[in-house]
């Protein structure tokens, strides 16, 4: 499987914009990016996905790089309830599992 | 309902003691599958199933260890004769098939074994 590569924490302050990182240098063409994030006692919430072109949502956006090498979660405005582990996978079209890595802990300063 | 809905949410049990956890998914959702979550770590894929079709279970770490869903809607993750290293978050996530959807994953049992 295609691994992804993502800092193991980031820092934002709140209403600030946050960009969370995703390297995924090893991906093919079948693969699409998903983000899910993991609040405290919780289980892993979907964000988004994407193949190709960039995408948004009410939650974020992603932003694609055209390479597909890399690619990044954008919040727009960082509030307190954003602190969550971020987890970037990468899920083939013909694939059922997820595959977490152990993603990026974003704190969020008021 | 709403959402995955797990049960119990804790669960204590003696080294040695049969468990089962309980999910329900989505109605209408046709994938459904367990993850292990140890603490400080991500999630670990167990098994998957399609409506009531075990179709990968290659992530059940060792016998002891077995998932059913023989209506292809409620799934049980039954563990026998429970061991230390087997304390952690057990996750149920449910979709609908297709890769065009996100998981919908429950809150989660935290087992203890003591």
């Known amino acids: 499987d295609a691994k992804t590569t993502q800092p193991n924490s980031m820092e934002s302050n709140e209403e600030e914009p946050v960009h969370l990182p995703c390297n995924h240098s090893?991906?093919?063409?079948?693969?699409?990016i998903h983000w899910y994030r993991q609040l405290p006692s919780q289980g892993p919430e979907y964000v988004i996905h994407g193949l190709t072109s960039n995408v948004n949502n009410r939650m974020a956006s992603l932003a694609i790089a055209e390479d597909r090498k890399s690619s990044t979660l954008i919040l727009h405005r960082a509030t307190l309830r954003d602190a969550a582990v971020y987890y970037c996978?990468?899920?083939?079209?013909?694939?059922?599992?997820?595959?977490f890595g152990g993603g990026t802990r974003l704190m969020v300063k008021p | 309902g709403a959402g995955v809905s797990q049960s119990p949410r804790y669960k204590v049990a003696k080294r040695g003691q049969d468990v089962a956890l309980r999910c329900d998914p989505i109605s209408g959702h046709v994938s459904l599958f367990w993850y292990q979550q140890a603490l400080g770590q991500g999630p670990e894929f167990l098994t998957y199933f399609q409506n009531e079709a075990q179709l990968d279970k290659s992530g059940l770490p060792s016998d002891r260890f077995f998932a059913e869903r023989p209506e292809g809607s409620v799934s049980t993750l039954k563990i026998q004769r429970t061991q230390q290293e087997d304390s952690a978050v057990y996750l149920c996530a449910s979709s609908p098939t297709g890769t065009n959807y996100g998981y919908t994953f429950g809150s989660g049992t935290r087992l203890t074994v003591v």
């Open positions: 996978i990468l899920r083939d079209v013909g694939g059922n599992m997820l595959t």
């Open positions: 090893t991906i093919s063409g079948t693969d699409y």
